[in-house]
């Protein structure tokens, strides 16, 4: 089955910085990639997500990349804010196994004032 | 657009007791819904897939006795817990696929259970 691994596990800026997360997933069947925003004792957000037949995509101070072939995708984060700290969560769902996510263990974003 | 809703938010039980928890699409018909349980500090744990109009698809080691899952709408999935025991303490999150289609899932707030 998919197996998706993220990086890093924790992650502390400088507010105005950027933040760079990584994952890669195993499962070539996959493709459609998203990223969910956690706080703290509330729900997964999307805030952002890729399919496979698309190679970037950007959403004001957020953007994917997906490099398929070495099956890595990263969240790029630009001029952080307070706001911005969370626990970040990537996701990859392959096309055979009945709409399930796999989701990374997660990275937590700290931004520092 | 894309509303999920759980209720209740946070329950306290006590052991050997039963606890529903409801999870509802606001404004969109969802055919599958999915179960979730998230310890401390730690990723999301799938387990359950349900489908409207058929029976829960359980992921390997949840038992389907204990968390019994009712899709009896488009709009509405509830998670039971029966019997619950202390370790059955957790945050239980569900999340919902849009009928249309696409590939997004929604997540709803959340649910804390304890039991005590």
């Known amino acids: 089955g998919e197996n998706v691994e993220q990086h890093p596990s924790t992650l502390s800026v400088q507010e105005g910085d950027s933040a760079v997360i990584k994952c890669t997933y195993s499962d070539s069947a996959s493709n459609y990639f998203p990223w969910y925003k956690q706080e703290l004792g509330k729900g997964p957000q999307l805030i952002i997500d890729i399919r496979s037949n698309v190679g970037e995509k950007k959403d004001q101070r957020i953007a994917v990349t997906l490099n398929k072939t070495a099956k890595h995708f990263s969240l790029h984060i630009t001029e952080t804010q307070p706001e911005d700290s969370a626990v970040y969560f990537c996701a990859a769902e392959p096309t055979n196994t009945g709409n399930q996510f796999y989701f990374g263990t997660g990275t937590s974003l700290t931004v520092i004032p | 657009g894309a509303v999920v809703s759980q209720h209740p938010s946070r329950v306290i039980c006590k052991s050997g007791t039963s606890v529903k928890i409801e999870c509802r699409s606001l404004d969109f018909q969802a055919t599958t819904m999915f179960w979730y349980r998230q310890f401390p500090k730690q990723s999301l744990m799938l387990m359950a897939t349900s489908n409207e109009g058929s029976k829960a698809t359980y992921e390997q080691g949840v038992e389907k006795d204990k968390f019994l899952i009712n899709h009896a709408s488009l709009t509405l999935s509830t998670l039971t817990v029966t019997s619950a025991h202390p370790e059955d303490s957790s945050f239980y999150i569900c999340?919902?696929?849009?009928?249309?289609?696409?590939?997004?899932?929604?997540f709803g707030p959340g649910t804390r259970l304890t039991v005590t």
């Open positions: 999340s919902a696929r849009d009928w249309r289609g696409s590939q997004e899932q929604y």
